[in-house]
Structures are given as structure tokens and as C-alpha cells.
């Protein structure tokens, strides 16, 4: 218990102390452990708090800290039924916990291993999908602000090394992380046998996972087999290994700052969630994959080479993430989010309908007046691209709309002769996602309108026009 105490206290206050000056009790544990919080996470206070618990000592240790600390929690139990009685035992443990404690408990028991074999995981990797969506909801359908899980400094140590063997960037070299979103680790400064001393010191009760000593997973033949070798050749590891990632911390902020710097060169936005990149301004960087990969990372995009080899590809080659898709387009590279559907729907308007409502656009159709030649020619002449007047006898009902296909043409408007609209989308630099979006306005074969963009000549207005029909296009 001595030595959590002093690393509560140093790394609280800043200073080194000498053990043997100092009169170690749970009190002090306590008060370190509030300077803990107040120092490092002070968001925490007055929240409402969930706690993950399994059974074993860290998240008890963790329960009692935040416990005694006065917050307000509940307390978050998987049964994952992967060991028999000892899974219920488990459950039961924390159960008699959270009634001894006076606090709220939810258990939610999963069938990991066939959740595992439908979705191709790993018993480990389901275990963790399974219970972080759970527990996501939890904190949404019980207004719980912050989830907090009793990791600490080994646990980061096993994580770096898991990382460092299977090849990884910066940031996996950096442990975990203590803050994920609204996932908060308070014991990460903390080594494990601390935490063990201190429970023993307060006899503190807890359920030992057996599974913990199988050396059959990676991270336990980590923690068994190659730590106590590292320890061997240096005692002060832990703490070594807090001043490496302390020095990794300080690197990723000095690239974070150069990222963003660099974003407001390279990156322009064109609307929500879609960028614009400079091809010719990352070329020109000392290393075009590294800045790539630190502008891009956050959306999904694992081949790094192939993200690369885009800016010397033919327009229109495109690379996707499972949320975003990147598109060569001329001298430039697009950045646009998957949508979540793809919409491939046929729409189609009977005579007389008025409005034609989707989730994409809204059109209306308004029958006009017959006019005078003067008020015909001004119309003509102010109508906008999301807004046509056609000759209403040209049209045959029901007109139909639909996204554009490989071998459409039409007639531009005041052009004469046809043009394919691959064609036309060429000469209007249109990108890739320009022409996925693109909806066509046909009557029968023909079409009518490239909707929000051209009409089609042979739907114009004339003098001889005696049924005027008006098309406002706008986006839902």
C-alpha cells in the first residue's frame, strides 16, 4: 500500500517523497486519490458516473476509490458466459457488491462464443464489441455521462508491446490513452501490484479470473512471459515506461500542431463532411504517405499505398474506408462520407401531382397561364437552373425520375444537336460523386431535365406553347 500512496501523491503534487516520512492510511489513499481527480480529471465531478466491473481486484479497487470519493455511480457487469459457474459466481459477487454499496447494478449476460462465430472474431475481440455497444447504451438510456474502467499501468505496458510487435504508428507506441470519448481510465498511473497491495491492505474482497493465467492469448503471454524479462533487465520499468510515453505524448502534439497547420494549406471544405485536397501541394511535401496518413487517419483508410498512389492516378480512380471514399478528380483529391444508403429508387409523377417529396429533393409542378410573347421571352431569360418552364403537350405521364445511366443523351438547352451525358459531365468538370448524385427528369425515353443543371431544348417554351408547366427543384 506504501508505494500506491507515494505514486498517488508524486504524481498529484509533482514532488518525490521519501516512504519512510510518511504515515500511510486509507485516508491519505483517499485524499490522493481526490487530488487525482481534481488534478488530472476534473470534468468528473458532479457526473454521473457508470463503472465497468467484472469481479476481479482493479475494478474493485476502482469502485471503492470512486465510491469513497462521494460520486454518483452505477455499476456495469457482462456475463459472457464463457466459464461455466465461475461466470455466475462472478455476477453473483458484484450483485451482493452493488447491494452492499447502496448502488444501481446492470448485468447483461451475452452469448459470446456464437456472437463470435457468426461475425468471424475472436472470443476476446467479441467480448470487447459486446460490451462497449452495451455499456454505450447504458450511458444513453440512464443519462450517464462518462464511463470509467479500471485499467492502469501494466495494462498500458502490454498494449505498447502488443502494439510494437504487430508494427504500428505513433500513437500505438503511446499505451492506451486515458480518456477515449466518454470512456475515462483513473487508475492508468498505477501498476498492478499497487492496486493488489492496496486491496490487501483494506481487505478488500474480489473474484480471480483463472483464465488470466492461460498463456494461450497474446496478452497473457505478454504479461507472463516477456514483462518479468524486461523487468529482469530493468526493476524500473513501469516507470521507464511512463517517461517514453510522456516524451511519445509531447512528439504527437508537435505533429498535431504541424497537421493542422498544414490543413488550412491543403484542405478546403466544399460542404458538410466532404474536402477538397491539393495534389500538387502534397507532392510537394518532404513525405507525401506520412502527411496522408496523418490527414486521413481518422476516416477509416487502411492501405496506406494505395491512398498514396491516387495522386499520380487517372482521374476518377477511387480508394474506400468502411465510412469514406477518396476520389482522384483532376488535380485534386476528394474526400466524401459513404452514404448510408444507396439510392437507386425510380420516382414517378402522375399528371395533375403537384409535389414529389424524397429524402434527397423536393419537386414541385405548377401549371401556368397562357402569356404574352413579352412575359414569355423574360421568363425565359431569368429561369434558373433549379427552376424550368416546359412545354406541358411535349410531356407523357407519368414522367419518371431516375439517376443517370452509361449511354444517356438529351439536347441541351439552346444547343442544337444531341450530347451524351458523359460527355456533358466532362465539359462541366463534373466529379465522380457530382454524377452519382445527378438526377434525370425523363418523359417516356427522352429526358426532360438534368435536374438543377440543363434542360433539355426540346421541352423549351415557344411562342406557339399553349400549356405552360413550371418545375421547382430544392434539396430536402
Not at 15 to 38: D, G, M, P, R, W
Not at 42 to 49: A, C, E, Q, S
Not at 93 to 99: D, G, I, M, S, W
Request: with cysteine; hydrophobic share 35%; proline share 2%.
Amino acid at each position: 500500500m506504501r508505494s500506491l500512496i507515494k505514486r498517488l501523491i508524486e504524481w498529484t503534487l509533482g514532488i518525490q517523497l521519501k516512504s519512510h516520512l510518511i504515515y500511510f492510511n486509507f485516508a491519505v489513499v483517499l485524499t490522493a486519490f481526490q487530488q487525482h481527480i481534481e488534478s488530472k480529471l476534473p470534468f468528473l465531478k458532479d457526473r454521473k458516473l457508470l463503472i465497468a466491473i467484472s469481479g476481479g481486484v482493479d475494478s474493485v479497487v476502482l469502485t471503492h476509490l470512486v465510491y469513497k470519493s462521494s460520486f454518483e455511480i452505477e455499476l456495469a457487469h457482462c456475463n459472457f458466459r464463457l466459464r461455466g459457474k465461475d461466470s455466475d459466481k462472478d455476477e453473483q459477487f458484484v450483485r451482493e457488491l452493488a447491494t452492499e454499496l447502496g448502488v444501481k447494478i446492470h448485468v447483461r449476460h451475452f452469448d459470446t462464443e456464437s456472437y463470435a462465430h457468426e461475425n468471424k472474431l475472436s472470443t476476446q475481440m467479441a467480448a470487447r464489441n459486446l460490451r462497449y455497444k452495451w455499456f454505450e447504451e447504458l450511458l444513453e438510456q440512464n443519462e450517464l455521462e462518462y464511463l470509467l474502467t479500471a485499467h492502469h499501468l501494466d495494462d498500458s505496458l502490454e498494449t505498447f508491446l502488443i502494439n510494437f510487435t504487430r508494427g504500428t504508428g505513433l500513437e500505438g507506441l503511446m499505451g492506451i490513452p486515458t480518456i477515449t470519448d466518454k470512456t475515462v481510465r483513473p487508475l492508468l498511473v498505477f501498476s498492478r501490484a499497487e492496486i493488489q497491495e492496496y486491496a490487501n491492505e483494506n481487505n478488500l474482497q474480489w473474484r480471480d479470473d483463472v483464465s488470466n493465467a492461460e498463456t494461450k492469448y497474446t496478452r497473457n503471454k505478454v504479461r507472463h512471459h516477456i514483462i518479468p524479462l524486461l523487468k529482469e533487465l530493468n526493476p524500473s520499468l513501469l516507470g521507464s515506461f511512463q517517461q517514453t510515453t510522456r516524451h511519445l505524448l509531447q512528439s504527437q502534439q508537435i505533429i498535431e500542431d504541424r497537421i493542422l497547420e498544414l490543413k488550412k494549406q491543403i484542405v478546403i471544405p466544399v460542404e458538410a463532411g466532404t474536402y477538397k485536397m491539393d495534389v500538387q501541394k502534397i507532392k510537394k511535401l518532404s513525405d507525401p504517405k506520412a502527411y496522408l496518413y496523418e490527414i486521413l487517419k481518422t476516416y477509416g483508410f487502411t492501405e496506406w499505398n494505395d491512398v498514396t498512389n491516387l495522386l499520380d492516378a487517372q482521374s476518377g480512380k477511387q480508394i474506400m474506408s468502411t465510412t469514406h471514399r477518396l476520389i482522384k478528380d483532376r488535380e485534386s483529391l476528394l474526400l466524401y462520407p459513404l452514404p448510408s444508403i444507396l439510392d437507386t429508387t425510380n420516382y414517378l409523377i402522375d399528371q395533375g401531382q403537384k409535389e414529389l417529396k424524397t429524402r434527397q429533393f423536393i419537386l414541385r409542378i405548377k401549371e401556368l397561364e397562357s402569356m404574352s410573347r413579352e412575359r414569355h421571352a423574360e421568363l425565359v431569360q431569368t429561369t434558373k437552373n433549379n427552376e424550368i418552364l416546359v412545354d406541358g403537350e411535349r410531356l407523357v405521364f407519368p414522367l419518371r425520375i431516375r439517376q443517370w445511366q452509361n449511354g444517356d443523351y438529351f439536347y441541351p438547352f439552346g444547343m442544337r444537336g444531341k450530347k451524351k451525358l458523359s460527355k456533358f459531365f466532362k465539359d462541366e468538370k463534373y466529379s465522380l460523386i457530382d454524377k452519382e448524385t445527378t438526377w434525370i427528369l425523363c418523359s417516356g425515353h427522352e429526358i426532360v431535365w438534368v435536374i438543377g443543371k440543363r434542360m433539355d431544348d426540346r421541352f423549351k417554351v415557344t411562342e406557339n406553347t399553349k400549356k405552360i408547366i413550371q418545375l421547382k427543384y430544392c434539396e430536402a
